[in-house]
């Protein structure tokens, strides 16, 4: 067995991430005895090369090299261009024999959809050939909306289930409440000292439940917990340690909602925790949400704190841009626009929240994924009176504001 291991992210700049992957390949072959393997890879990689200085569509042939050059060029046929590498990549089991090519690929998740892609439709270039098999360590989630980011008419779970043979998933970490921080950290004892005693004590929940036991996020947390409170400290105030620590999780495990909930602190919200109910497609975040935030928290400490969490960034993964997250954008562009033109003004506390000068019992408040119609309480409050999808009701939304006699005034 030979090992070839594949850091996509190194190449992630790389135009045709082919290439480099195939290199990659062809470099551990030359370590075989049999040199006929790193030969006919060297010519399927000279042939891709090639290749790729065809452009389909209006055929084109990248003669830059030869420009004010005397010497003929000859050249082949389209169809021999584009199936050289294949053939010379079908001579490649005879060499190997019994022998089998390994390649490991890691960090995939971190590239761009388009580039995630590429390095699929790489490895399908060569899957259907004997001798090799490739092994993906990544997300399965970022591979799935890369795939639909691409394709959007094609189902990502389909393609990969084409390509893909024996899926297996790492399961979770069975974190020790005593030692999972001294196992993943490692110049823990340095760093422990700095922390509250009691740190442990919710350390614990706030790992398993919104950080998912994911080793590389718990050190994300602990190190962005660090710092935050040595900040909060240097300024002379006493942070709530608890609520600091709950923060920071949400931030890292639901960044949209911690978006909204933030806004929704600094409007003023009387409850701006409902915001983080999670129903049933996040379950998790609404037993988050009761077990560090709950009634504990008034709006001056969470203003206070969320000014400092606003510095832990959250970069959104390789494919976060999904084409279902591009048609919220356009629709919720379109639809402030429509609000506008009825006469609603942005907030100025907050940009998600848009009222009415004739109307103030009422308000718009625009999330990630929903608009929110919401009516004033007798207590001063808003509450939740309807709820639209961004992506396919905006239109039921604009209904609301075009039927001011019923939507604004009826009570329940």
Known sequence: MLPVFFDAWRYERSEYIVVPLLHAIYSETLKLEDKRVAQYFKQALTSLIYSLNFKLGIVELDLEKFRNSNEAVSLVPLDDAFARPFDDLRKVPHALGDRRIVVLIDDLDRCSPENVVAVLESINLVMDIPGFIFVLALDYDVLVRAVSYKYPHVSGHVLIEKMVQVPFRVPRLDLDPDTFARELI???FGRQARLPRSF??????????????????????????????????RRGQAPNDILLAALIGLQLRWPEQYREFSDAVYADDDNPQRLLEGGEDEPALGVYAQRFFGDRASGRELKSLLQFTEAVAVTEDAAGQSGVSQVRERNRDAFIAQLEKRGFAKSSRSNRLYYHPTAPAVRFAIGKTHIRFEKRKDDGGFELWESYLITRETEEALAVIDQPDRHFTDRR
């Open 200 to 233: 442990f004590r919710y350390a614990i929940d706030i790992s398993s439940l919104a950080l998912q036991s994911n080793p590389r996020q718990i050190k994300r947390f602990i190190n962005s917990f660090l710092v935050l409170r040595r900040i909060i400290s």
């Open 186 to 188: 490692p110049d823990w």
